[in-house]
């Protein structure tokens, strides 16, 4: 009954929308956009299922880039599409005043764990920001490096016996797993053990997020008033219970048993306790002793935030790039040959032996330009402004900024298809706009962890690559074939590779 209440008003509504609104929003304002159809707008092969939403704008970035802006409409909702560097920093950047907020759907009482620095908006945002800043320092992420190298040696060691046997291997659940591991045991101090059990609870809840449906992040963008009507969550409710307690459970008991772990589930304690983290160093904090501490459930929304933004990407980059790397053996033989001499010159794997690796850092970046894990950004103007060309930006237009477009435009990136690390050699990336690469966003929101997204990504490799080679196997399909449900760029069938010992 209530699922037919639901197909009724929907059905009401469109009706509605279709007398209110005629697609003219963008042709009064001069500004080019391709014909919608009703009720979907610019995006049925979305909705529909023909086409995964990131797929969808490189196709039209590289279909309608010459018009540097333009118009489409998901359902009735006019969306402004950026496709010129220039006018993409001046929105990440430049005017980050009339963009700083990201126009995602949240509501924190359907959604308690939404209620993070991802999807809050203006002033509540601005604060957080400042108060995780440290969290993320390049001296605190060092000090968690024996963690995630710790997670890289068990997944080696899971490794041993499909290696000796010259195995296949699915390797984007052999990632996933790795990186709950690891993000599990930093951000809520738990050792979840995906590696060696596959099918744990653990492993159970972060495939439960991954079945976020690409039509609720749609519906909570165009239409809010619907989502918040009939209480429909973004993610299952079980979802919110499960983090919220695991974090609530273990700050318990770190506190009576006074344990301290150098670990980001330690630094959000302390943003419970004083409001601020401390100072790298024994530096004096600039944080005033007003600041308004964490409550409990807002800190496992942070902590819920690194792991659904870590583990998911990082499992996708990892996967890209050891597929490159089967598929180009020359390339793989170099990363090896530069991990081997680094490794020997440091005595072993060290946070300053990754950081030396410049040809491996080559190799993430070309990863993530062929297949961002975020494949669109999301913005919305707060404030009214003019954009070129005699565009006028009303407040609340939803922006978006198509990167897989960017980062696979053969005027940028030659021949895009060819995985060449040497894009990202200091001379070529001189030739190019700055913000042709956008992996992690650019200016004030940028990503947060967006340096220990590269230690997390650049150990897994360093750790396969020491003990194994990887080579193609035929059950890979060719080209891929992206899950249209997906947000990011999942791949239908997985991705099959033989792995080797050395």
């Known amino acids: 009954m209530v699922l037919e209440l639901i197909g009724a008003f929907i059905i009401a509504l469109i009706i509605y929308l279709y007398y209110k609104y005629d697609f003219n929003f963008w042709q009064e304002r001069n500004v080019f956009n391709p014909t919608p159809s009703f009720p979907m707008g610019n995006i049925t092969a979305i909705l529909t299922g023909r086409k995964q939403a990131g797929v969808y704008f490189h196709d039209v970035y590289l279909k309608y880039k010459d018009h540097r802006i ?9 969306i402004l599409v950026i496709a010129d560097p220039n006018i993409i920093q001046m929105i990440l950047t430049k005017e980050f005043p009339s963009f700083h907020d990201r126009g995602l759907y ?120 619907i989502m918040d009507f009939f209480s429909i969550p973004l993610i299952d409710r079980s979802v919110n219970s499960f983090y919220i307690n695991i974090f609530r459970e273990n700050v318990k008991y770190r506190k009576a048993h006074k344990e301290i772990r150098r670990d980001f589930m330690n630094l959000f304690i302390q943003l419970m306790d004083k409001g601020y983290v401390d100072p790298d160093n024994d530096k004096k904090t600039d944080v005033k002793s007003t600041v308004s501490k964490l409550t409990m459930v807002e800190a496992a929304s942070q902590s819920f935030i690194f792991f659904l933004a870590g583990f998911e990407t990082s499992a996708a980059t990892l996967m890209f790039a050891m597929y490159e790397l089967a598929e180009n053996q020359n390339i793989q033989d170099k990363v090896h040959k530069e991990i081997d001499e680094i490794l020997a010159k440091h005595g072993g794997l060290t946070y300053d032996a990754v ?13 993530l330009r062929k297949y961002p894990p975020i494949p669109m950004l999301n913005r919305i103007c ?25 980062h696979r435009d053969p005027s940028i990136y030659p021949d895009p298809e060819r995985f060449d690390p040497e894009r990202f050699a200091a001379d070529e990336k001189a030739k190019r706009h700055r913000y042709a690469f956008l992996p992690f966003g650019e200016g004030p929101r940028i990503c ?52 080797e010992q050395r």
Request: hydrophobic share 40%.
């Open 106 to 225: 949240i509501n924190e009482k359907i959604n308690p764990l939404f209620d993070n620095l991802v999807f809050i908006n203006g002033k509540k945002w601005r604060n957080l920001r400042k108060q995780l800043r440290p969290t993320f320092s390049t001296a605190k992420i060092k000090q968690m490096f024996d963690i995630v190298k710790e997670c890289g040696e068990e997944l080696t060691k899971y490794l041993e016996v499909k290696a000796k046997m010259r195995d296949s291997l699915e390797i984007k659940d052999m990632f996933a797993r790795y990186t709950t591991d690891l993000i599990m045991s930093t951000a809520f101090g738990i050792k979840s053990n995906c590696i060696e059990e596959p099918n744990n609870e653990y492993r159970r809840q972060s495939k439960n997020i991954l079945r976020m449906k690409i039509s609720r992040l749609i519906l909570g963008m165009s239409m809010p008033r």
């Open 70 to 78: 333009f118009g489409i409409y998901v359902l009735f909702k006019p």
């Open 382 to 406: 707060t404030k009214e402004i003019d954009l070129p060309m005699n565009i006028r930006v009303p407040k609340g237009t939803h922006i978006v900024i198509p990167v897989l477009g960017l």
């Open 448 to 499: 947060i962890g967006e340096r220990f997204g590269y230690i997390e990504t650049k150990i897994g490799i360093v750790s396969l690559l020491t003990k194994y080679k990887f080579k193609p196997h035929p059950r890979t399909a060719k080209p891929f074939i992206y899950n249209e449900k997906s947000f990011g760029l999942a791949i239908k069938g997985g991705v099959h590779l033989i792995i």
């Open 355 to 367: 950081n030396e690796m410049t040809y491996l850092e080559k190799v993430v970046n070309e990863t």
